[in-house]
């Protein structure tokens, strides 16, 4: 977008662009926003929204505005605004051998959006339609010649898996995968799970040789690409 073009047409006189300040009642599942403009109370539909803006209700959102037509832009940068939400345990968890095991999870961060939910503690669900990537990673417990994989579901379809030998005993064993760039509609959701075949179980674990991991291990991440 050029935006020297911009600038001289909300400059014009005596037609031109309008910057105008509102707020985001409602995202849509189809790309659009509905919004109410400072000083108004009625709510106007649909309205569209630059590719890398990420909208949240409540959010003071700046439009151009000219005639009837509106275009969200974008809000002032602010704490938490990166739409890159982490969900991770903050404690061991037991998986029982050879199952396909869904991990709930325990806190997140960077999640001003609610993608994760103590209710429903497996899933981090998209806020707004558009493309994404996932990312996973598990500190397993050290074991001698054990399988263990970590892998990434949209919902029932696995979109990234990442498989691997625990060689020793010594130290946790690391894994972690990352999907390639994916759509998802407001409201589909990923979660992550872990498979091994250690008789009769395994541990997630939270820390490895000293070394407190929480937050960057047993954690699962959606990355907000655009719309």
């Known amino acids: 977008m050029d935006m020297s073009y911009l600038v001289n047409q909300i400059k014009a006189v005596p037609k031109g662009l309008r910057?105008?300040?509102?707020?985001?009642?409602?995202?849509?599942?189809?790309?659009?926003?509905?919004?109410?403009?400072?000083?108004?109370?009625?709510?106007?539909?649909?309205?569209?929204?630059?590719?890398?803006?990420?909208?949240?209700?409540?959010?003071?959102?700046?439009?151009?505005?000219?005639?009837a037509d509106l275009l969200g832009i974008g809000m002032i940068a602010s704490a938490d605004r990166t739409?890159?939400?982490?969900?991770?345990?903050?404690?061991?968890?037991?998986?029982?051998?050879?199952?396909?095991?869904?991990?709930?999870?325990?806190?997140?961060?960077?999640?001003?959006?609610?993608?994760?939910?103590?209710?429903?503690p497996t899933k981090l669900t998209a806020p707004i339609t558009g493309r994404y990537i996932a990312t996973a990673s598990i500190l397993m417990e050290g074991q001698n010649n054990v399988y263990a994989a970590v892998f990434i579901e949209k919902g029932t379809q696995e979109i990234a898996r990442q498989d691997g030998l625990i060689a020793t005993k010594d130290h946790g064993f690391h894994l972690s995968v990352s999907s390639v760039p994916f759509t998802m509609n407001?409201?589909?959701?990923?979660?992550?799970?872990?498979?091994?075949?250690?008789?009769?179980?395994?541990?997630?674990?939270?820390?490895?040789?000293?070394?407190?991991?929480?937050?960057?291990?047993?954690?699962?991440?959606?990355?907000?690409?655009?719309?």
């Open 19 to 67: 910057l105008r300040q509102g707020k985001v009642i409602t995202v849509n599942t189809n790309r659009t926003m509905d919004v109410q403009i400072a000083g108004d109370t009625n709510t106007l539909p649909s309205v569209r929204y630059l590719s890398n803006y990420a909208p949240k209700p409540q959010d003071q959102v700046w439009l151009l505005n000219d005639g």
């Open 83 to 120: 739409l890159a939400p982490v969900a991770y345990r903050t404690s061991d968890v037991t998986i029982p051998v050879n199952t396909n095991t869904y991990i709930s999870f325990e806190a997140d961060n960077s999640d001003a959006w609610n993608c994760w939910t103590v209710g429903d």
């Open 186 to 227: 407001k409201g589909d959701f990923v979660r992550m799970g872990v498979h091994h075949d250690h008789n009769p179980d395994n541990d997630l674990i939270i820390s490895s040789d000293g070394v407190d991991h929480t937050g960057f291990f047993n954690a699962l991440s959606l990355i907000y690409l655009g719309s």
